[in-house]
Nanobody, 114 residues
Framework: QVQLVESGGGLVRPGGSLRLSCVAS????????MAWYRQAPGKERELVAL???????NYADSVKGRFTISRDNGKNMVYLQMNSLKPEDTAVYYC????????WGQGTRVTVSS
């Protein structure tokens, strides 16, 4: 059973930055694509960024140019650097495969507020 553990969330002012981290307990991490999702209060979970095993990336239009996804296959880690944060980025952020095939972790809460 793959375990996903997210960290790095917090309270930040508009325009600020945060870096989220996720560790995945799977031996095949290096060959699977990974993604970051978020779920805002009262809304459905949405995919915001994904990265292939060869580090090609894709982003939701709402975060393009502000967020950067990266990975370290040696550490089974995927990261999300979030810059120029906006109040509408407030959500619980999760990592998983792009198909959401694994059990969801607890997520990490990001609150953007002045």
């Amino acid at each position: 059973q793959v375990q996903l553990v997210e960290s790095g969330g917090g309270l930040v002012r508009p325009g600020g930055s945060l870096r989220l981290s996720c560790v995945a307990s799977t031996a095949i991490f290096g060959i699977v694509p990974m993604a970051w999702y978020r779920q805002a209060p009262g809304k459905e979970r949405e995919l915001v960024a994904l990265i292939t095993s060869t580090s090609n990336t894709n982003y939701a239009d709402s975060v393009k140019g502000r967020f950067t996804i990266s990975r370290d296959n040696g550490k089974n880690m995927v990261y999300l650097q979030m810059n120029s944060l906006k109040p509408e980025d407030t959500a619980v952020y999760y990592c998983n495969s792009p198909s959401g095939q694994w059990s969801w972790g607890q997520g990490t809460r990001v609150t953007v507020s002045s």
